[in-house]
């Protein structure tokens, strides 16, 4: 299995056939487990919370929605590596579910933007089963709340469950929740789907490919992610290098330090002048002239 550390996590190198197959073949062992869809928000909300960092870990895949963690999987050696993007691989599992006969469960969003997604659903994939769609409240549930809606998850059937409802708290509702939902796999998906309801405008896929596309969006939504993208992009940066820089220089000395010992001889040996005298012989031959 090939992944690599980006700062708080380890993130899979992946691309959107891949993860689809890893899910599936959980649900096909009987397995439940959650994914975590990740971009630079996310590495940086664990690098400031071990807590969650730890949530992150324990997913069963992690894939690099953004294009900076593409970039830094590359940047360890994983060439395969590409970007999975929450939205796009939302309708690649409900593609698969569609054909596999599975249900799936929507959590999250509004009622409105989840009888949108479901229509536009719909159309895409006729054979596919919504099995529940819940809109919660966007407060702290209560316990009964939280029962409630576990119990209607779980009565319905749903073997893929997308949920809707913003990072971290995604994560962290899907950690709490994966024990409790047995033989589903959860999808922490953002505003997929507001996206493909067209509530929310997604970025241009030029800007997507650049990497900009959380310039956009803040163009778009300035008040709600000002804080997210000016304080924690450049912080992924310095951290980002910081990481990639510890991996490179350690491995540059070790290669010259084998290479030194390869070759038996002291490094600053090529500065001195071949056949050179010894200069404890010399001073003896000196001194033995002296005597003379």
């Known amino acids: 299995m090939s992944r690599a550390r980006v700062i708080s996590f380890e993130v899979d190198a992946l691309d959107y056939g891949r993860a689809v197959d890893r899910v599936l073949n959980r649900l096909d062992a009987g397995q439940s487990g959650y994914v975590c869809v990740a971009n630079v928000h996310m590495v940086m909300e664990a690098h400031d919370d071990p807590a969650f960092a730890r949530v992150v870990q324990n997913a069963s895949v992690v894939t690099s929605d953004g294009m900076p963690l593409v970039w830094m999987l590359k940047a360890q050696g ?9 939205p796009t691989l939302t309708l690649e599992l409900c593609r698969a579910a569609a054909d596999h006969g599975l249900p799936i469960g ?16 719909a159309d895409q994939f006729p054979a596919l089963r919504v099995a529940c769609a819940i809109s919660p409240p966007f407060r ?28 971290p708290r995604q994560e962290k509702w899907m950690a709490a929740h994966t ?23 997604q970025a241009p896929a030029l800007l997507q490919r650049a990497g900009l596309e959380w310039a956009f969006r803040l163009a778009m939504e300035p008040r709600r992610l000002w804080r997210r993208y000016v ?6 940066v310095l951290l980002a290098g910081r990481q990639l820089l510890g991996q490179w220089w350690p491995a540059k000395r070790t290669g010259t330090e084998s290479g030194t010992a390869r070759s038996g001889r002291h490094p600053r040996s090529a500065d001195r002048v071949p056949n050179a005298p010894d200069r404890k012989h010399s001073a003896r031959i000196l001194q033995g002239k002296s005597h003379e």
């Open 78 to 86: 994983l060439t395969d590596a590409e970007r999975v993007y929450g």
């Open 106 to 121: 929507l959590y999250g969003g509004t009622e409105e933007s989840l009888e949108s997604f479901k229509a536009v659903l």
């Open 140 to 167: 702290p549930l209560t316990p009964e709340e939280d029962a409630e809606y576990t119990q209607r998850l779980r009565a319905s059937g749903a073997r893929i469950i997308f949920v809707g409802i913003g990072c």
């Open 179 to 201: 024990g409790q939902l047995p033989g589903a796999m959860l999808l922490g998906v953002g505003a997929a789907f507001d996206f493909h309801s067209g509530r929310v405008r």
């Open 231 to 236: 304080i924690h992009n450049p912080r992924f």
